[in-house]
């Protein structure tokens, strides 16, 4: 079944993550940085980790949910 991306709108098969290649790569990339960064900073919230990493708050916040 054919499906827009729900990052980036591309037209794609229809997967699990309901992304495509690309944004899945994204997606993994910008959470292992979240991570590395919760790993030296614990006691940040989502704004701080948007702040000081560059990644927008919405996919901060959807990556914070989706854990």
């Known amino acids: 079944m054919l499906v827009n991306c729900k ?19 994204y997606y993994d990339e910008t959470y292992r940085e979240i991570r590395r960064f919760l790993s030296a900073h614990p006691q940040v919230n989502a704004y701080e980790v948007h702040r000081e990493t560059g990644i927008p708050l919405s996919v901060v916040l959807e990556l914070m949910r989706s854990s």
């Open 7 to 25: 990052r980036c709108g591309k037209l794609m098969l229809q997967n699990p993550s309901s992304c495509c290649e690309n944004c899945s790569l």
